[in-house]
């Protein structure tokens, strides 16, 4: 069983549409991580949100942690094909070092 | 900078052998830690070493087993090679120790047990 669910696992999309991909979690983190991976690569970290509440923009990207600390959303607006890859949200829990529990991530499709 | 590198990028075993894959972390990082990811488990945190001392340890069999040199490069070992053992290893570095700090990952290790 995951620490933190992920919806939706899979989202194909039409370019210039928006999106929101939600993660949570009955557990409270102390900083939340959002990735991208492209198959057969590593993930690529795209935001940390460490604040209740906070909001941080990545050009079209949105990403908010809520105000508990127990989930967070990530929002692309206008989506293009080079947003397609799988969006992975891992946080961590508080005196864990350095584990990161994993979402099980949300494919993103989009089409030209 | 240069970033996470992992070696090898490909490896083909059979079961019941053994294999190490090597992990450099970003120059001036000193925690590595390292995650198995499968189509069905996702990403799963195996342990995490910091001045050559592990850290912190998922629930992984003692079959997986780990270390990291005085220049922080870390190495992992996985013994007695099961056909579940296939899976994207990856390796990533993070700046100190102790709880927070944003993780880098390397591209991983691809490795197939026949």
């Known amino acids: 069983t995951q620490l933190l669910e992920q919806s939706p696992q899979f989202l194909s999309i039409q370019e210039g549409e928006n999106l929101t991909v939600y993660c949570n979690s009955s557990?409270?983190?102390?900083?939340l991580q959002w990735y991208r991976q492209e198959p057969g690569e590593g993930p690529v970290l795209l935001v940390t949100?460490?604040?209740?509440?906070e909001v941080k923009k990545l050009k079209r990207l949105t990403f908010q942690f809520g105000d508990a600390r127990k989930d967070s959303s990530l929002h692309i607006t206008a989506a293009q094909p080079g947003d397609t890859g799988l969006y992975l949200c891992a946080g961590l829990l508080t005196d864990s070092w350095g584990k990161l529990q994993f979402g099980a991530g949300t494919q993103v499709v989009v089409t030209p | 900078k240069a970033g996470v590198t992992q070696t090898p990028r490909y490896l083909i075993k059979t079961r019941g052998q053994q294999v190490t894959l090597s992990c450099s972390p970003i120059?001036?990082?000193?925690?590595v830690s390292w995650y198995q990811q499968t189509p069905g488990q996702g990403l799963q945190f195996l342990f995490e070493?910091?001045?050559?001392?592990?850290?912190n340890k998922g629930n992984f069999p003692g079959r997986f087993s780990g270390r990291q040199f005085s220049n922080s490069r870390s190495e992992m070992n996985v013994s007695t090679l099961e056909l579940g053992d296939s899976a994207l290893y990856l390796c990533?570095?993070?700046?100190?120790?102790?709880?927070?700090?944003?993780?880098?990952f390397g591209p991983g290790t691809r490795l197939t047990v026949l």
């Open positions: 557990s409270v983190f102390s900083s």
């Open positions: 070493y910091f001045s050559e001392t592990q850290r």
């Open positions: 949100v460490v604040t209740g509440g």
């Open positions: 120059s001036g990082h000193r925690s």
């Open positions: 990533a570095s993070r700046l100190g120790q102790g709880a927070g700090g944003e993780q880098f």
